[in-house]
């Protein structure tokens, strides 16, 4: 039984087993486009297949990297909100000693 598949749903997928591709019969035999080879066809298939295991790493590496940066401004963010608080603090410390020293000139 000879079952052919589609580019989107091909017979198997395993490299070894797939037709080699052939020139089409509208092209001159002597045409600028390369006869392909399956050696050619299993390589990029393996990069393409390597490529495509360090997607999952490279996404991973960008979400962490997103999650740090959004560490440092909420740690930054805290930080700021501190600082103002102690300043506030200080500014209330500072009148009172100054309310307290013109008192005790005035007396």
């Given at each position: 039984?000879?079952?052919?598949?589609?580019i989107?749903r091909?017979?198997?997928?395993?490299?070894?087993?797939?037709a080699?591709?052939?020139?089409?019969?509208?092209?001159?035999?002597?045409?600028?486009?390369?006869?392909?080879?399956t050696?050619?066809?299993n390589?990029?298939?393996?990069?393409?297949?390597?490529?495509?295991?360090?997607i999952?790493?490279?996404?991973?590496?960008?979400?962490?990297?997103?999650?740090?940066?959004?560490?440092?401004?909420?740690?930054r963010?805290?930080?700021?909100?501190?600082?103002r608080?102690?300043?506030?603090?200080a500014?209330r410390?500072?009148?009172?000693?100054?309310?307290?020293?013109?008192?005790?000139v005035?007396?």
């Amino acid at each position: 039984m000879n079952i052919t598949g589609t580019i989107d749903r091909p017979y198997t997928h395993d490299p070894q087993k797939q037709a080699p591709m052939t020139s089409s019969t509208s092209e001159p035999s002597g045409s600028a486009t390369p006869a392909v080879t399956t050696m050619g066809a299993n390589e990029s298939r393996q990069n393409r297949t390597r490529e495509m295991q360090l997607i999952p790493e490279a996404l991973a590496r960008a979400h962490m990297s997103e999650r740090m940066r959004e560490a440092d401004a909420e740690r930054r963010a805290v930080r700021l909100v501190a600082a103002r608080r102690m300043q506030r603090r200080a500014e209330r410390v500072s009148m009172r000693a100054r309310r307290a020293l013109a008192m005790a000139v005035m007396q």
